[in-house]
Each structure stands twice: as C-alpha cells, then as structure tokens.
C-alpha cells in the first residue's frame, strides 16, 4: 500500500510566495491524489529531527531555521510509481539544473529555499508520512 505514496512539504517559500495553489494544482493535474493533507508551521525541534540526515552538513542550521521561518503544507500523495514521478515533478534540487516544466524551476528561488520536498525513497516517504501524520489524518 505504502509503495505508490510519496511525502511532500510546500516550504514556507513557497507559502510566503504565494504559489501554495499553482503548486497544488500541478501536483493534482500531474496525476496524484491527495491522502493526508495538513497547513501547518513546523517547529524548530520538529525541522532538526525531519532533516536530521543533514546534521553534519554546513547549511543544516540554515535549513532548519529557513524550515521554521513560516507556514508550510504537508500532504500524503498517491500515484503509481509515486516517488519517482514525484522527484520528476519537482526537478533538481537547484532550480538552476531543474529540468522545463518542473515546480522549481517555475517556483523554486535557490538551491535552500526550493519550494518543496518530496522522499527520495519509499522508505522515507513511510518515516516521513508517519513523522506529520497519524493513522486517522490519513484518508
Ligand atoms: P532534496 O530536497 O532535493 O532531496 P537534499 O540534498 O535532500 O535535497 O537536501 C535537503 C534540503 O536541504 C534541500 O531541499 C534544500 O532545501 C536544502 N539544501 C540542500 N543543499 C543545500 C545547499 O547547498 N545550501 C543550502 N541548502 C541546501
Ligand atoms: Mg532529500
């Protein structure tokens, strides 16, 4: 069940932007339907803990206080082959070498604050669900 669900964050750039709906919307015409969805402001404990991978490289302070600085959109998504179609979709962490067409390159402002997360693994996009959501959030 779990293998064609992928986890994202509309980051709070994105938000501060105003692209949380352009954003949206290409992720639902792109196919995904939506099973948890939830507006939320993470905390700084939160941010350390979601990106705790990263702990040891130079821009984790900056990423989790960039993570923490506004408002974000957390969603569950659905779709065959989900985490893949998904980092498709969203393009290349720099929106400098985002592919035409994907979210960071039309949304995305630099390689830190780049618009929006999606789980590199169906493994992670597991942890990562279950990290923002409980089993009764999720449709
Ligand atoms: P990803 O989001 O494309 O999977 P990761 O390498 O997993 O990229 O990095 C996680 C997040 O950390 C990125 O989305 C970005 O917000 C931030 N980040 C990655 N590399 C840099 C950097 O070199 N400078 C500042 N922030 C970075
Ligand atoms: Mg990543």
Redesign the pocket.
């Known amino acids: 069940m779990t293998t064609n669900r992928t986890f994202t964050m509309l980051k709070p750039d994105a938000i501060e932007n105003g692209y949380m709906g352009k954003i949206l919307d290409m992720i639902i015409q792109a196919g995904f339907q939506i099973k948890a969805m939830k507006y939320t402001k993470l905390t700084t404990e939160q941010a350390r803990k979601f990106y705790e991978v990263?702990a040891e490289r130079p821009?984790y302070g900056?990423?989790v206080e960039y993570m923490t600085s506004g408002p974000i959109v957390a969603a569950i998504l659905e779709k065959e082959n989900a985490v893949a179609d998904f980092r498709a979709l969203i393009g290349a962490?720099d929106p400098a070498e985002a592919g035409d067409g994907t979210i960071r390159q039309y949304y995305a402002e630099s390689?830190?604050r780049?618009a929006v997360?999606g789980s590199?693994s169906d493994e992670n996009a597991e942890i990562e669900g279950r990290f923002h959501f409980s089993a009764n959030e999720i449709i």
């Open positions: 990263h821009f900056e990423l962490t390689k830190g780049n997360h590199d």
